[in-house]
């Protein structure tokens, strides 16, 4: 994830958390975070997940992927963790 710049990314079985701290070229022209960025956090987060769910020599692949982006990220400073329910 060094294209992008991600800063870590933690992983158990079926869970996997992923943080960028976001810089200047991860914003758009409106001064908030790219979707395709975030975007391609949540199709690392989730395809990770399901990796650690998979016995060793299992491959898997993101078939599609479809975001509904619910608030705009502008930074860091705040957390931006929206836990799914159960979680």
Known sequence: MHLID??????????????????????????????????????????CAVHTTLPAGVGYTSLGLNVKFLCPVSSSRHSQRRPYPGH
């Open 6 to 47: 991600m800063a870590r990314m933690a992983a158990d079985e079926g869970r996997v958390v992923v943080e960028l701290e976001p810089q200047e070229f991860h914003y758009n022209p409106l001064g908030t975070v790219h979707g395709g960025v975030l975007s391609t956090l949540l199709d690392t987060a989730a395809a």
